[in-house]
């Protein structure tokens, strides 16, 4: 079974440009969460898609967006990039059967975004 | 607000030894509390997780103890191999209907393990 895949695995973009990231989750995996990992703050919740609909949203600003399709394929989009936006990207999915108590969240390799 | 505390930032062991990271939690609605590990330019990998009914769950040297009125739980590595040297995340997440489910991660233990 393939895991979950992210591409591209490295970017380098220019201050104020926009970038699209993806994934591709486990198969039959319907939940797609995004994490931005940097070495001052550690995991950080972006955003959690299940059935193209976002569920949960963490505390980042409007600039950081994403989508969901029908094969639960899940982009991210960041515009008018920052130096700060600099960091390691993933992507982790879920099977999601069991609604009412957590469940297992397999990683992608990520994708390393630089902005200069 | 750091939802999961984890320590130490970093750890020495030597081989052969127990290696021993630490996290606590506030929000007791969560339930479910994985331990992820990371080698360099890889996405953090499952190790082993504990759901709030049990107060330990071992797999093979990695051992997960729970202790739900402290609310903390650790990660015990056996026999620790070099093998082992990466960074430790713990996490936490809770569910409810209709909004999804979040981890919340620990900022992380980089254990280094000496030959």
């Known amino acids: 079974k393939a895991g979950v895949t992210q591409t591209p695995r490295y970017l380098i973009k220019t201050r104020g440009q926009q970038v699209t990231l993806s994934c591709s989750p486990i198969s039959g995996h319907r939940s797609v969460s995004w994490y931005q990992q940097t070495p001052g703050q550690g995991l950080q919740f972006l955003f959690e898609y299940f059935s193209e609909t976002q569920r949960n949203k963490g505390n980042f600003p409007g600039r950081f967006s994403g989508r969901q399709f029908s094969n639960s394929r899940s982009e991210m989009n960041v515009s008018t990039l920052e130096l700060g936006d600099s960091a390691l990207y993933l992507c982790?999915?879920?099977?999601?059967?069991?609604?009412?108590?957590?469940?297992?969240?397999?990683f992608g390799q990520g994708t390393r975004l630089t902005v200069v | 607000q750091q939802q999961v505390k984890q320590s130490p930032q970093s750890l020495i062991v030597q081989k052969g030894g127990i290696s021993i990271i630490n996290c606590a939690y506030e929000?007791?609605?969560?339930?479910?509390f994985p331990w992820y590990q990371q080698f360099p330019g890889k996405g953090p990998a499952l190790l082993i997780a504990?759901?709030?009914?049990?107060s330990e769950k071992k797999e093979g040297r990695f051992t997960i103890s729970f202790n739900k009125s402290a609310k903390q739980f650790s990660l015990h590595i056996m026999d620790s191999q070099p093998g082992d040297s990466a960074t430790y995340f713990c996490a936490a997440s809770h569910r409810a209907p209709n909004t999804g489910n979040q981890f919340y991660f620990g900022t992380g233990t980089s254990l280094t393990v000496i030959p």
């Open positions: 929000n007791t609605a969560f339930d479910y």
């Open positions: 982790a999915s879920s099977s999601d059967r069991d609604i009412m108590t957590g469940t297992e969240a397999f």
């Open positions: 504990i759901r709030p009914d049990v």
